[in-house]
């Protein structure tokens, strides 16, 4: 375990310096991240934003430890995330990390329920009742009663993404990570999405986004934009759109697409 | 790390999901365990039904057989017809062992042949089993109707005979069989009794079907030889039998002047011996079903590799979602070993069913007596287990390897 030593302050929960990835294709290699520095405090919600190609995607799974950096230091709540070994990311990523994808990657066969289960089969210490509880807790938090049985190909791709942030929350972990979670939704249902999340941020969740549209990273309060695998722009969103005032100006869509 | 249960649980749930594809995988292990514990059952059917024909004749019989057949030599020169010890043994033998031997109750000699056998103008083909008056005690033959041929019968060499019933029914019908005067290969013989029906032998073979008669009218007015086929003495009980069987060779060899060091022209068998043998017969059975079961599993193993194979990679993506949520590198091994074992499992068990019903189908519809024990099923279950092990660690292996994100990005 490394100490934080330079300007992160002490409630900092993400904190990467000089993070590169190259990816070797035969004989091509391509630098996706080229010395990327950021922190991210603890409660923060933060959007990425940059062309595509740029390395957004590369950086959430540094940071969602799917993946690690060839270059750099990346400390995830003050410790050296490149220390670890197989294992022990494993148990990041189950109990620490909620990562939310933007083609939702749910399990086709399994339901609703079984979906959001997941992380929990794969963490010791949950059992029995406990286990249910967490289940209906993150039901409750994305809206979804009513549909626990059924399989992804029989829900909708809003009601897909809720099951997703459903399994993200149900091990009650520090971070979400959000990789165009809105990419495949209208805007009605990216709306309600994001409400969602700023439904967990202010239950002190720290939230990072990637998305490419500028009307969902404003609901953030920091945008990041990257460009050729580096931060070169950083912006303070003041007053931060709030979801819920969104959803009552807007057309309930909703019901057209819920054929109700 | 997750609990077995869990794996178990989706071992299934995936194996359901592509219900034809694992029957299809698992039918090299159906057919393969099936086979084997079907055969095996027709094995030891087979064993305790000759068993039980062995404790039925009685365990304290003694066979003496001309020729040496522990001589190996003897067997090939057999095999080229040079039969020389086939006249070793006579009536008079009988008589001395009879005389002399102090652990036996009796002896008798037998010759064994088949012949046509005719009445007016029907006839049939039987087992002529010709023998002396001892052998009514000592061959468990029991009289149904008539008497049996006596001593006076054997001295004399009379025509006269005993039938089984099959022959009744072939070449009398409905007509009163004793004192009818038949043919056995052209010879007349009067009828002087029938046999009490004795049903199959554990080869299939109807017993009844056979006509016993003097063995001295079968020596001299039938085929013309001085010689029997075969000597059958009872020893006084079943433990001293080893002694009993002693006796006789000693005494034998004693009649026919043997030389210390000189080789028997005869073999003494008991049933204990007998029992080896079959012993000997039920290991080779044993080992060629063996073999054959070896190359099924072992093929069904190769099949069940190779849908994993498949699952592997159909399912790279279910394996970058299972990483992602937190499941470990040995999570992802179990699964996927689970299912290989589940599928061996669940077709040795199928095999099993399969067996189960072949056996009991065969024991209800043909002749043959088949007996289902837990052995075989034990063996049958551990060894698909194994084949599951075996067969699926490469491919959980490899899914367990898996990157997470190059899983993911999997189409
Ligand atoms: N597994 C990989 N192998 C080779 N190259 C890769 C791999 N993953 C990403 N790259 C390359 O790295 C660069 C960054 O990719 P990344 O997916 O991070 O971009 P992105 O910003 O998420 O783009 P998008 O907005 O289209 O999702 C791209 O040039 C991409 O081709
Ligand atoms: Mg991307």
Known sequence: ?260 | MIRFAESVKIAFQSLASNKLRAFLTMLGIIIGVGAVVAMMSIGYGAQESVLSSVQDIGSNMIIVTPGNQDEEQQGFERMLGEDKDRDALTIDDVKVIEKEAEFLNGAAPAILNASIVSYLNKNTRASVYASDEEAESIYNFKVQDGRFYNASDVKNTSNVALVGQTVINKIFGKIEPIGKIIKIDGKNFTIIGTIEPKGTDQFGNDQDNSVTIPITTAQQKLYGIDYVNMIIAQSTTEDNIDEASEEVERILRKAHNLRPGQSNDFTVRNQTQLVDVLGTITNIFTITISSIAGIALLVGGIGIMNIMLVSVTERTREIGIRKAVGAKNKDILLQFLTESVVLSITGGVMGIAFAVIVSIILNRFTILTTSITLFPIILALSFSTVVGLFFGIYPAMRAARLNPIEALRYE
């Not at chain 1, 080229?34 to 590369?58: H, N, Q, W």
């Not at chain 1, 620490?96 to 939702?104: A, S």
């Not at chain 1, 190909?153 to 809003?158: I, P, R, T, W």
């Open chain 1, 1 to 260: 375990m490394n100490e934080v030593k330079n300007s992160c302050s002490n409630n900092c929960i993400i904190d990467i310096t000089g993070v590169s990835k190259i990816y070797k294709l035969g004989k091509v290699q391509v630098v996706a991240l080229r010395g990327v520095d950021l922190k991210i405090r603890e409660g923060e919600f933060v959007a990425i934003m940059g062309p595509s190609g740029s390395g957004k995607s590369t950086l959430m799974n540094i940071i969602g430890c799917l993946d690690i950096p060839d270059n750099g230091i990346y400390l995830l709540e003050n410790t050296d995330v490149s220390e670890l070994n197989d294992n022990q990311l494993a148990e990041i990523r189950n109990k620490k990390i909620g990562f939310v994808f933007q083609t939702f990657n749910l399990l086709s066969r399994s339901n609703a329920i079984e979906n959001i289960e997941l992380p929990l089969i794969y963490s010791k210490k949950t059992a029995g009742k406990n286990r249910k509880a967490k289940i209906t807790d993150s039901l409750d938090a994305v809206r979804l009663k009513g549909w626990e049985k059924h399989r992804p190909s029989e829900l909708s791709g809003g009601q897909r993404q809720r099951v997703a942030i459903a399994r993200a929350l149900v091990n009650d972990p520090a971070i979400i990570l959000a990789d165009e979670p809105t990419g495949n939704l209208d805007s009605v249902t990216g709306e309600e999405i994001m409400a969602i999340f700023q439904e967990l941020n202010n239950q002190g969740k720290t939230i990072l986004i990637v998305t490419h549209e500028l009307d969902i990273a404003r609901h953030t309060s920091r945008i990041i934009y990257l460009r050729d695998g580096l931060i070169f722009k950083e912006e303070i969103i003041k007053e931060p759109v709030s979801a819920r005032q969104m959803l009552k100006t807007m057309p309930k869509l909703e019901d057209k697409i819920k054929g109700g």
